[in-house]
Every structure is written in C-alpha cells, then in structure tokens.
C-alpha cells in the first residue's frame, strides 16, 4: 500500500480549492496524509511516523518518513498565511501548554516553568507592545440635497393661495418679515437687490 505518491496531484487539489474530484487510491492517499497532521500536532513526528508502519498500512521505514515529509509540505507550505494568524495558533498552543504545567506543577521550579511559558505567549501575542493608535477617519457628512420641486419627491404642489392667507393670518410681525416668508414659500418673486439691501441693513451694525 502507498507504494505510489500522488503528492504532485494532492498539490492540484488543494490549489482547486478541493474542487476536482480524487480517485480512491488519491483519496486513501489524502486522507493517510491528513491522519498524519493529526498526529504530529497531537503526539509529535515519532507517533505520525509509526502510524504508518502499523496495521493497516505497515510501510518500510523510510517509505514511512518519505510521506512524512509529504504531508509536512502539502499541509504547511501556505505563503499567503498572515503573520498574525502564525502568532494567534502559537499564543494558543503556548497556553495550552501552560495549563498542562499548572495542572501538574508540583514544586517552585514547576510554577517558574509555567511562568516563563506565559512570558512566551505574551511576547510572541506581542501583549508587551503598545497598542496601535488607531485613526479615526474623518466622518462624512450627510448629502442634502435641496429640491423646490415637491414634485420631485412624491409630494403633491402646496396651494399658494391657502398659504399666502396663512402667512397673512400671523399676528404681531413686521410687513417686511411677513413679505420674506412669502417669498421663501414661493408666493411672490425675489427681489434679489431687496434681499441685498435687507442683508447689509442686518450687518451694518456687527
């Protein structure tokens, strides 16, 4: 069994996203290949070689070590793997490590162990390292967009008339003022010099 490596055409696989369909040898192959990481995450490359040279497979030695060393470069050679992610998984398994210690620790030296194990984790989490000033991006400012077309909106016209009354109707303002909100409703037409004259008037004195 594996007397054959299909390591170029698992290459292929992967890179397709494991999109193409294996043959069952490729598969067994796969999956051998696979149960290896496993292992050598769990137990190290020892147990993930003797896997191989036990039933079912019982491989010769080197053949054993040969697929070793295929699985090693199937599953971890990824360029596009971010720096932050490498140090996120050792931060992990630093800590599991940790815990390991604590739970056993059974004198001073145990605890100091456990202690320089954290101090690793810290470090490569880069926890010893100010935080990154973030910038705040400027916030944007909402879009109005002004429209004298109510038309434009879904809005039914306004009657000029009934507003013209209304404008009438307000108590206790000047002619002046009552003539402004007019034209801003649209009722009368500006006067643009008027509106000049109106405005230096309100400002001589600031």
């Known amino acids: 069994m594996f007397e054959t490596s299909y390591f170029d055409r698992l290459q292929d696989y992967l890179a397709s996203g494991c999109n193409d369909e294996l043959e069952e040898d490729e598969l067994q192959y796969y999956n051998a290949?696979?149960?290896?990481?496993g292992l050598?995450?769990?137990?190290?490359?020892?147990?993930?070689i003797s896997f191989l040279r036990k039933e079912p497979f019982q491989l010769p030695l080197k053949r054993a070590r040969e697929m070793y060393q295929e699985a090693i470069n199937l599953f971890y050679t990824d360029d596009t793997i971010e720096n932050a992610a490498h140090r996120n998984l050792l931060y992990e398994e630093l800590n599991k490590a940790a815990l390991v210690v604590l739970k056993t620790a059974r004198n001073s030296?145990?605890?100091?162990?456990?202690?320089?194990?954290?101090?690793?984790?810290?470090?490569?989490?880069q926890l010893d390292r100010p935080d990154e000033k973030k910038i705040e991006l400027p916030k944007a400012k909402p879009i109005k967009v002004y429209e004298l077309n109510s038309r434009?909106?879904?809005?039914?016209s306004a009657d000029r008339n009934i507003l013209a009354a209304q404008i009438d109707a307000i108590p206790d303002i000047k002619?002046?003022?009552?003539t402004r909100l007019k034209r801003e409703a649209r009722i009368v037409d500006i006067d643009i010099i008027e509106m000049i004259?109106?405005?230096?008037?309100?400002?001589?004195?600031?």
């Not at 002619?175 to 009552?178: A, D, M, S």
Request: glycine content about 6%; aromatic content about 8%; proline content about 0%.
């Open 33 to 37: 290949l696979y149960a290896m990481i």
């Open 197 to 206: 004259d109106d405005q230096e008037e309100k400002t001589k004195n600031l």
């Open 175 to 178: 002619e002046n003022e009552r």
């Open 40 to 48: 050598n995450r769990k137990y190290g490359k020892d147990t993930a």
């Open 152 to 156: 434009a909106v879904g809005l039914e």
């Open 109 to 125: 030296k145990d605890i100091e162990i456990y202690g320089n194990i954290k101090m690793q984790a810290f470090k490569i989490k």
